[in-house]
Protein backbone atom coordinates (compact mmCIF):
# COMPACT_ATOMS: atom_id res chain seq x y z
CA UNK A 1 0.00 0.00 0.00
CA UNK A 2 2.82 2.30 0.64
CA UNK A 3 4.21 1.92 -2.67
CA UNK A 4 0.42 3.10 -4.10
CA UNK A 5 0.97 5.80 -2.08
CA UNK A 6 4.09 7.02 -3.01
CA UNK A 7 2.45 8.24 -6.23
CA UNK A 8 -0.23 10.32 -5.28
CA UNK A 9 0.47 14.03 -5.36
CA UNK A 10 2.39 15.25 -2.12
CA UNK A 11 0.38 16.98 0.70
CA UNK A 12 1.67 20.58 0.88
CA UNK A 13 -1.60 21.86 2.76
CA UNK A 14 -0.41 23.07 6.43
CA UNK A 15 -3.85 22.24 7.73
CA UNK A 16 -3.29 18.71 7.37
CA UNK A 17 -1.81 17.46 10.49
CA UNK A 18 -2.38 14.07 9.93
CA UNK A 19 -2.28 12.25 6.17
CA UNK A 20 -1.39 9.60 4.13
CA UNK A 21 2.75 9.82 4.91
CA UNK A 22 2.06 8.27 8.61
CA UNK A 23 0.70 4.94 10.01
CA UNK A 24 -1.75 6.60 11.74
CA UNK A 25 -5.59 5.52 12.02
CA UNK A 26 -7.04 8.47 11.23
CA UNK A 27 -6.15 11.62 8.82
CA UNK A 28 -6.79 14.75 11.05
CA UNK A 29 -7.05 18.72 9.28
CA UNK A 30 -7.14 21.28 12.11
CA UNK A 31 -9.56 23.95 11.18
CA UNK A 32 -9.45 26.57 13.94
CA UNK A 33 -7.15 26.93 17.01
CA UNK A 34 -7.80 23.93 19.24
CA UNK A 35 -9.99 22.47 17.01
CA UNK A 36 -9.35 19.75 14.21
CA UNK A 37 -11.83 17.47 12.46
CA UNK A 38 -10.58 13.73 12.15
CA UNK A 39 -11.76 11.33 9.49
CA UNK A 40 -11.77 7.65 8.50
CA UNK A 41 -13.58 5.21 6.66
CA UNK A 42 -13.94 1.65 6.69
CA UNK A 43 -16.04 -1.72 5.26
CA UNK A 44 -15.46 -5.18 4.96
CA UNK A 45 -18.03 -8.40 3.63
CA UNK A 46 -19.89 -9.75 6.37
CA UNK A 47 -18.36 -12.37 8.97
CA UNK A 48 -21.31 -13.17 10.75
CA UNK A 49 -24.34 -14.90 9.19
CA UNK A 50 -27.26 -12.20 11.03
CA UNK A 51 -27.63 -9.05 9.60
CA UNK A 52 -28.56 -6.88 12.35
CA UNK A 53 -25.33 -8.49 14.35
CA UNK A 54 -22.87 -7.68 10.66
CA UNK A 55 -24.55 -4.18 10.70
CA UNK A 56 -23.13 -3.37 14.71
CA UNK A 57 -19.93 -4.76 13.93
CA UNK A 58 -18.85 -3.01 10.81
CA UNK A 59 -20.32 0.62 12.55
CA UNK A 60 -18.25 -0.62 15.73
CA UNK A 61 -15.13 -1.39 13.98
CA UNK A 62 -15.51 2.08 11.58
CA UNK A 63 -15.44 3.77 15.07
CA UNK A 64 -12.58 2.27 16.27
CA UNK A 65 -10.14 4.13 14.71
CA UNK A 66 -11.62 7.31 15.99
CA UNK A 67 -11.58 6.48 19.34
CA UNK A 68 -7.86 5.17 18.73
CA UNK A 69 -6.61 8.49 18.08
CA UNK A 70 -8.18 9.92 21.73
CA UNK A 71 -11.16 12.00 19.44
CA UNK A 72 -14.83 11.93 19.86
CA UNK A 73 -16.97 10.79 16.57
CA UNK A 74 -19.64 12.87 15.78
CA UNK A 75 -21.62 12.08 11.94
CA UNK A 76 -20.96 9.51 9.57
CA UNK A 77 -22.16 8.38 6.05
CA UNK A 78 -23.43 4.94 5.45
CA UNK A 79 -20.90 3.17 2.46
CA UNK A 80 -23.02 0.33 1.30
CA UNK A 81 -22.96 -2.55 -1.31
CA UNK A 82 -26.12 -4.42 -2.09
CA UNK A 83 -27.30 -7.02 -4.83
CA UNK A 84 -31.15 -5.78 -4.72
CA UNK A 85 -32.19 -8.23 -7.56
CA UNK A 86 -30.61 -10.98 -5.94
CA UNK A 87 -30.84 -10.76 -2.18
CA UNK A 88 -34.13 -10.02 -0.30
CA UNK A 89 -34.49 -6.15 0.75
CA UNK A 90 -34.89 -6.98 4.56
CA UNK A 91 -31.35 -8.05 4.89
CA UNK A 92 -30.29 -4.74 3.38
CA UNK A 93 -33.14 -3.01 6.45
CA UNK A 94 -31.34 -5.35 9.60
CA UNK A 95 -28.06 -4.87 8.20
CA UNK A 96 -28.64 -0.99 7.94
CA UNK A 97 -30.52 -0.91 11.32
CA UNK A 98 -27.66 -2.71 13.50
CA UNK A 99 -26.02 -0.40 12.17
CA UNK A 100 -27.83 2.29 13.03
CA UNK A 101 -28.24 1.14 16.66
CA UNK A 102 -25.24 0.89 17.36
CA UNK A 103 -24.12 4.31 15.90
CA UNK A 104 -26.64 5.22 18.31
CA UNK A 105 -25.46 4.11 21.07
CA UNK A 106 -21.92 6.12 20.20
CA UNK A 107 -24.42 8.95 19.99
CA UNK A 108 -23.10 9.59 16.09
CA UNK A 109 -25.76 10.84 13.40
CA UNK A 110 -25.50 8.49 10.48
CA UNK A 111 -26.69 11.71 8.36
CA UNK A 112 -26.39 10.00 5.07
CA UNK A 113 -24.72 7.69 2.11
CA UNK A 114 -23.84 6.34 -0.45
CA UNK A 115 -25.03 2.33 -1.89
CA UNK A 116 -23.76 0.48 -4.94
CA UNK A 117 -25.18 -2.96 -6.75
CA UNK A 118 -22.60 -5.76 -5.69
CA UNK A 119 -23.28 -9.07 -5.89
CA UNK A 120 -21.10 -9.36 -2.16
CA UNK A 121 -22.70 -7.40 0.15
CA UNK A 122 -20.34 -4.47 2.15
CA UNK A 123 -21.07 -2.50 4.76
CA UNK A 124 -19.42 0.57 6.87
CA UNK A 125 -18.80 3.77 7.64
CA UNK A 126 -17.14 6.72 6.64
CA UNK A 127 -17.06 8.92 9.96
CA UNK A 128 -15.92 12.60 10.67
CA UNK A 129 -15.09 13.73 14.55
CA UNK A 130 -13.60 16.10 16.09
CA UNK A 131 -10.42 16.87 18.66
CA UNK A 132 -8.13 19.26 19.86
CA UNK A 133 -4.60 18.74 18.01
CA UNK A 134 -2.78 18.87 21.02
CA UNK A 135 -4.72 16.09 22.48
CA UNK A 136 -4.28 13.69 19.25
CA UNK A 137 -3.13 10.36 20.67
CA UNK A 138 -0.24 8.25 17.86
CA UNK A 139 0.52 5.27 17.06
CA UNK A 140 4.46 6.95 17.02
CA UNK A 141 4.96 8.19 20.30
CA UNK A 142 5.59 5.12 22.65
CA UNK A 143 8.44 5.80 25.04
CA UNK A 144 11.00 3.39 26.27
CA UNK A 145 9.65 1.63 29.74
CA UNK A 146 6.10 2.09 28.77
CA UNK A 147 3.47 -1.20 29.59
CA UNK A 148 1.36 -1.84 26.91
CA UNK A 149 -2.33 -3.01 27.39
CA UNK A 150 -5.08 -5.06 25.26
CA UNK A 151 -8.37 -4.16 25.65
CA UNK A 152 -10.42 -7.02 23.64
CA UNK A 153 -8.95 -10.50 23.42
CA UNK A 154 -7.81 -12.10 20.24
CA UNK A 155 -9.25 -14.71 17.78
CA UNK A 156 -11.48 -12.86 15.95
CA UNK A 157 -10.10 -13.95 12.23
CA UNK A 158 -10.22 -17.62 13.54
CA UNK A 159 -13.78 -17.52 15.05
CA UNK A 160 -15.34 -16.09 11.95
CA UNK A 161 -13.33 -18.70 9.64
CA UNK A 162 -15.13 -21.10 11.51
CA UNK A 163 -18.41 -19.77 11.25
CA UNK A 164 -18.09 -19.80 7.96
CA UNK A 165 -17.34 -23.54 7.89
CA UNK A 166 -19.74 -24.09 10.67
CA UNK A 167 -17.54 -25.86 13.03
CA UNK A 168 -18.06 -23.22 16.16
CA UNK A 169 -21.10 -23.81 18.47
CA UNK A 170 -24.23 -20.91 18.93
CA UNK A 171 -22.31 -19.75 22.27
CA UNK A 172 -18.97 -19.34 20.50
CA UNK A 173 -20.64 -17.07 18.04
CA UNK A 174 -22.28 -14.59 20.66
CA UNK A 175 -19.29 -14.16 22.37
CA UNK A 176 -17.55 -13.32 19.23
CA UNK A 177 -20.33 -10.90 18.25
CA UNK A 178 -20.29 -9.29 21.74
CA UNK A 179 -16.64 -8.90 21.61
CA UNK A 180 -16.79 -7.68 18.31
CA UNK A 181 -19.36 -5.28 18.31
CA UNK A 182 -18.23 -3.57 21.99
CA UNK A 183 -17.34 -0.09 20.94
CA UNK A 184 -14.09 1.11 21.95
CA UNK A 185 -15.09 4.41 23.10
CA UNK A 186 -15.19 3.54 27.36
CA UNK A 187 -11.48 2.63 26.72
CA UNK A 188 -10.69 5.52 24.91
CA UNK A 189 -12.10 7.82 27.60
CA UNK A 190 -10.40 5.94 30.13
CA UNK A 191 -6.67 5.91 28.45
CA UNK A 192 -7.57 9.81 27.86
CA UNK A 193 -8.46 10.33 31.32
CA UNK A 194 -4.55 8.87 32.80
CA UNK A 195 -2.75 10.29 29.87
CA UNK A 196 -0.80 7.92 27.92
CA UNK A 197 1.99 7.96 25.16
CA UNK A 198 0.61 5.78 22.17
CA UNK A 199 -2.15 4.22 21.11
CA UNK A 200 -3.85 1.93 17.90
CA UNK A 201 -6.59 -0.64 17.38
CA UNK A 202 -5.83 -4.09 16.86
CA UNK A 203 -7.46 -4.87 12.96
CA UNK A 204 -6.32 -6.53 9.51
CA UNK A 205 -2.71 -7.02 10.44
CA UNK A 206 -2.92 -8.40 13.73
CA UNK A 207 -1.62 -8.07 16.66
CA UNK A 208 2.13 -8.15 15.54
CA UNK A 209 1.49 -6.38 13.11
CA UNK A 210 -0.22 -3.21 14.49
CA UNK A 211 2.47 -3.77 17.75
CA UNK A 212 4.91 -3.69 14.63
CA UNK A 213 3.69 0.08 13.33
CA UNK A 214 3.62 1.63 16.96
CA UNK A 215 7.78 0.15 17.75
CA UNK A 216 8.92 1.21 13.90
CA UNK A 217 7.13 4.54 14.56
CA UNK A 218 8.29 5.17 17.60
CA UNK A 219 11.79 3.96 17.46
CA UNK A 220 11.43 1.70 20.22
CA UNK A 221 11.77 -2.60 20.44
CA UNK A 222 8.78 -4.39 22.33
CA UNK A 223 8.80 -7.45 24.53
CA UNK A 224 5.12 -9.53 24.57
CA UNK A 225 4.44 -12.01 26.99
CA UNK A 226 2.34 -14.38 24.56
CA UNK A 227 0.81 -16.20 27.57
CA UNK A 228 -0.55 -13.54 29.12
CA UNK A 229 -1.94 -12.10 25.61
CA UNK A 230 -5.97 -13.00 26.06
CA UNK A 231 -7.13 -15.63 23.54
CA UNK A 232 -10.97 -16.50 23.14
CA UNK A 233 -11.32 -19.95 24.09
CA UNK A 234 -13.87 -21.10 21.22
CA UNK A 235 -10.82 -19.73 19.28
CA UNK A 236 -7.98 -21.45 20.62
CA UNK A 237 -9.96 -24.66 21.04
CA UNK A 238 -10.21 -24.22 16.99
CA UNK A 239 -6.28 -23.22 16.46
CA UNK A 240 -5.52 -26.59 19.03
CA UNK A 241 -7.52 -28.99 16.78
CA UNK A 242 -6.49 -28.22 13.50
CA UNK A 243 -3.59 -25.46 12.11
CA UNK A 244 -5.84 -25.31 8.83
CA UNK A 245 -8.45 -23.17 11.40
CA UNK A 246 -6.38 -20.14 10.91
CA UNK A 247 -7.75 -17.89 7.94
CA UNK A 248 -5.04 -17.49 5.33
CA UNK A 249 -4.50 -13.78 5.83
CA UNK A 250 -3.37 -14.55 9.49
CA UNK A 251 -0.95 -16.48 8.04
CA UNK A 252 0.10 -13.86 5.68
CA UNK A 253 0.48 -11.59 8.48
CA UNK A 254 2.84 -13.90 10.33
CA UNK A 255 5.09 -14.17 7.26
CA UNK A 256 5.16 -10.20 7.07
CA UNK A 257 6.07 -9.91 10.64
CA UNK A 258 8.89 -12.46 10.35
CA UNK A 259 11.59 -9.74 9.53
CA UNK A 260 11.01 -7.77 12.56
CA UNK A 261 9.62 -10.18 15.59
CA UNK A 262 11.66 -12.32 17.55
CA UNK A 263 10.02 -15.75 18.68
CA UNK A 264 11.24 -17.29 21.62
CA UNK A 265 11.64 -21.04 20.59
CA UNK A 266 9.13 -22.27 23.44
CA UNK A 267 6.30 -20.44 21.80
CA UNK A 268 4.11 -22.77 19.32
CA UNK A 269 2.80 -22.48 15.91
CA UNK A 270 -0.09 -21.75 17.41
CA UNK A 271 1.00 -18.97 19.75
CA UNK A 272 2.32 -17.57 16.67
CA UNK A 273 -0.67 -17.56 14.74
CA UNK A 274 -2.58 -16.53 17.26
CA UNK A 275 -0.67 -12.98 17.47
CA UNK A 276 -1.10 -12.72 14.06
CA UNK A 277 -4.36 -13.66 13.66
CA UNK A 278 -6.38 -10.39 11.89
CA UNK A 279 -9.06 -8.98 13.97
CA UNK A 280 -12.27 -7.26 12.92
CA UNK A 281 -12.88 -4.26 15.22
CA UNK A 282 -10.26 -5.39 17.75
CA UNK A 283 -9.31 -3.64 21.16
CA UNK A 284 -6.99 -0.67 21.74
CA UNK A 285 -3.31 -1.42 22.02
CA UNK A 286 -2.17 1.27 24.76
CA UNK A 287 1.01 2.53 25.60
CA UNK A 288 1.00 3.40 28.34
CA UNK A 289 4.03 5.21 31.38
CA UNK A 290 4.77 2.71 34.08
CA UNK A 291 4.26 5.14 36.92
CA UNK A 292 0.28 5.36 35.05
CA UNK A 293 -0.28 1.70 34.60
CA UNK A 294 -2.15 0.55 37.87
CA UNK A 295 -3.65 3.64 37.19
CA UNK A 296 -5.24 2.85 33.76
CA UNK A 297 -5.93 -0.50 34.57
CA UNK A 298 -8.38 0.63 37.41
CA UNK A 299 -9.69 3.06 34.82
CA UNK A 300 -10.40 0.42 32.15
CA UNK A 301 -12.05 -1.96 34.84
CA UNK A 302 -14.23 0.88 35.72
CA UNK A 303 -15.03 1.64 32.57
CA UNK A 304 -16.09 -2.01 31.63
CA UNK A 305 -14.00 -2.44 29.19
CA UNK A 306 -13.92 -6.19 28.05
CA UNK A 307 -10.49 -7.16 29.70
CA UNK A 308 -7.70 -4.98 30.64
CA UNK A 309 -4.66 -6.70 29.77
CA UNK A 310 -1.47 -6.12 30.70
CA UNK A 311 0.54 -7.87 27.58
CA UNK A 312 4.63 -6.41 27.11
CA UNK A 313 6.09 -3.39 27.93
CA UNK A 314 8.35 -1.52 25.67
CA UNK A 315 12.28 -1.88 25.72
CA UNK A 316 15.42 0.28 24.83
CA UNK A 317 15.38 2.40 21.61
CA UNK A 318 15.32 0.18 18.51
CA UNK A 319 15.49 2.13 14.93
CA UNK A 320 14.10 -1.60 13.43
CA UNK A 321 11.11 -1.63 16.24
CA UNK A 322 12.59 -4.84 17.19
CA UNK A 323 9.52 -7.06 19.01
CA UNK A 324 10.51 -10.05 21.16
CA UNK A 325 7.46 -12.76 22.16
CA UNK A 326 8.86 -14.72 24.96
CA UNK A 327 6.34 -17.41 26.70
Do not use: W
Amino acid sequence: MQTVLKELPPITDPNVLVGINSGDDCAVYQIADGLAIIQTVDYFTPIVDDPYDYGAIAVANALSDVYAMGAKPLIALNVVGFHSRGLPLEILIRMMKGGGDKAREAGVSIIGGHTIDDKEPKYGLSVTGIIDPADIVYNSTAQVGDVLFLTKPLGVGILTTGIKRRTVSKAAIARGVEVMATLNRDASLAMIEVGINACTDITGYGLLGHLGEMTQGSGVGARIHARAVPVMQASRDLIDADLDAVPSGSKNNLKFVSSFVNFDPGITEAERLMLADAQTSGGLLISCPAKKADGLEAALKDAGTIIAARIGTMEAEDDTGRIDVVP
